[in-house]
């Protein structure tokens, strides 16, 4: 046998060997640590309250990994519905041509997908960039130039009154899709009564920063588990910015109230994406599809990364309000888990104040270890699941237990401040009058 070959052997062999480790130490971990919340550690004696919050976490995100196993994506179909792409765009000059002739490269019949490129008034080249593209495309971009500034919404409205295509996809201008990321997310539409689709999200700058390293190990558990979970019950409560299809007739009914939502009389200008979920999520089922892929830019500073973070908890406070009214109709296991998810994030800051430094206070000088060791463990198995799931190892999973810590530090505490602040129209990254002009 030659040797290049013995060595590639050798390397798969070591690969599945390190995921099948990987696979078994995840499991222990995850009974070890439901055993040791359950039965060990007798935290009722301490509090109540704070004993029952802690096995209501470990449950939560034990289950998440357990549906998560009987999620598969949908079979092909041979469905190919007529497809629009809108893909709004403000001051994206430096991605926004990549991103297009990624759209142009899909493995769609040309004649059934139109692509329609709308510019928010941006004040960079990314209108030329959009025109020097569509010149190369025979006709396949349609690019609708919004002269000011309008605002994200305003520019997807935009994009849909232009088409009247059955299938509606979004994809953020940082994003890229993969050659048959369209073929594989219109599958799910087989169903009736499915409404929208989200697709799978990779980081595509994964390998510039600390912070990008982190968030690509977040972003990958976080579809493929939480929306996963969420998905076998065809609740998915967020259909992601960067690549997600809708239903025509499940969106257009919708459409005046979403382009002109106001929260405590401002009008919202971002979390659109969360918005028009709930519009379908209503009277539709929303799915997610792991094979259809994207890969998008993620902030690689701690600045815009903080700013990005508050601007997505402030459309989660808005929108959770919204979700909350009609969830109970839906399968009782996703009911219970959107309101125990709404929950946890409010209760968990108290939480780690009084473990970290009120009850050592009082005596108890062993809990903040205890509470370190459980974020701990969580983060492991978050990073052990990067290992599994992923098609090529490397040390990217223990920044995904960083990232965990990282949360704790700065994260956690940004939840109150966005209740607070939820009533504002900033998006701290684009102009404050984005989309206060929309009904000008």
């Given amino acids: 046998m030659a040797p290049q070959a013995t060595i590639t052997r050798r390397a798969v062999f070591l690969d599945r060997a390190l995921r099948f480790g990987a696979g078994i130490y995840l499991v222990l971990l995850l009974v070890a640590i439901v055993l040791y919340k359950a039965v060990l550690f007798d935290a009722f004696h301490v509090s109540r309250f704070f004993g029952i919050y802690g096995l209501v976490v470990v449950a939560y995100i034990v289950s998440r990994f357990i549906f998560s196993v009987f999620y598969r994506p949908s079979r092909d179909h041979g469905l190919q519905p007529r497809v629009s792409i809108v893909m709004p765009s403000f001051n994206e000059g430096e991605d926004i041509a990549?991103?297009?002739?990624?759209?142009?490269?899909?493995?769609?019949?040309?004649?059934?997908?139109?692509?329609?490129?709308?510019?928010?008034?941006?004040?960079?080249?990314?209108?030329?960039?959009?025109?020097?593209?569509?010149?190369?495309?025979?006709?396949?971009?349609?690019?609708?130039d919004l002269g000011r500034n309008r605002g994200k919404r305003a520019a997807m409205a935009a994009g849909i009154r232009a088409t009247e295509a059955d299938i509606i996809a979004f994809v953020d201008s940082d994003s890229v899709l993969a050659a048959d990321a369209m073929t594989r997310l219109v599958q799910g539409f087989h169903d009736?009564?499915?409404?929208?689709?989200?697709?799978?999200?990779?980081?595509?700058?994964?390998?510039?920063?600390?912070?990008?390293?982190?968030?690509?190990?977040?972003?990958?558990?976080?579809?493929?588990?939480i929306k996963?979970?969420?998905?076998?019950?065809?609740?998915?409560?967020?259909?992601?910015?960067?690549?997600?299809?809708?239903?025509?007739?499940?969106?257009?009914?919708?459409?005046?109230?979403?382009?002109?939502?106001?929260?405590?009389?401002?009008?919202?200008?971002?979390?659109?994406?969360?918005?028009?979920?709930?519009?379908?999520?209503?009277?539709?089922?929303?799915?997610?599809?792991?094979?259809?892929?994207?890969?998008?830019?993620?902030?690689?500073?701690?600045?815009?990364?903080?700013?990005?973070?508050?601007?997505?908890?402030?459309?989660?406070?808005?929108?959770?309000?919204?979700?909350?009214?009609?969830?109970?109709?839906?399968?009782?296991?996703?009911?219970?888990?959107?309101?125990?998810?709404?929950?946890?994030?409010?209760?968990?800051?108290?939480?780690?104040?009084?473990?970290?430094?009120w009850l050592p206070m009082g005596g108890h000088s062993g809990l903040p270890y205890v509470y370190l060791f459980g974020i701990y463990a969580m983060a492991l198995a978050y990073g052990l699941y990067y290992v599994i799931r992923r098609r090529s190892y490397d040390g990217t999973w223990l920044f995904g237990i960083v990232f965990v810590f990282f949360y704790l530090a700065f994260l956690l505490w940004q939840t109150y401040y966005a209740i607070l602040t939820a009533r504002t129209s900033r998006w701290g990254t684009r102009p404050a009058t984005a989309g206060m002009e929309a009904k000008a």
């Fill in 98 to 144: 990549a991103s297009l002739r990624s759209l142009l490269d899909l493995d769609y019949p040309a004649e059934l997908l139109e692509i329609v490129a709308v510019n928010d008034g941006s004040t960079d080249d990314t209108l030329a960039q959009m025109h020097a593209v569509a010149a190369q495309a025979d006709g396949r971009i349609r690019v609708i």
């Fill in 228 to 357: 996963a979970a969420e998905s076998i019950f065809n609740c998915v409560t967020c259909c992601s910015g960067c690549f997600s299809a809708y239903r025509r007739e499940a969106i257009m009914p919708h459409l005046p109230w979403w382009e002109n939502q106001t929260f405590l009389g401002v009008e919202s200008t971002f979390g659109d994406d969360r918005s028009l979920t709930n519009c379908v999520l209503r009277g539709w089922k929303v799915r997610y599809e792991a094979n259809a892929v994207s890969r998008t830019a993620v902030p690689a500073d701690f600045r815009t990364f903080m700013v990005q973070q508050l601007r997505w908890k402030r459309s989660w406070t808005r929108e959770s309000l919204i979700v909350a009214r009609f969830m109970w109709r839906k399968h009782p296991v996703a009911a219970l888990s959107t309101y125990v998810g709404m929950i946890l994030p409010l209760v968990a800051p108290v939480v780690a104040v009084r473990a970290m430094l």
């Fill in 192 to 225: 009736p009564k499915v409404g929208a689709i989200c697709g799978h999200a990779d980081v595509l700058n994964l390998h510039e920063t600390w912070l990008t390293r982190m968030q690509g190990v977040r972003y990958f558990v976080a579809f493929k588990v």
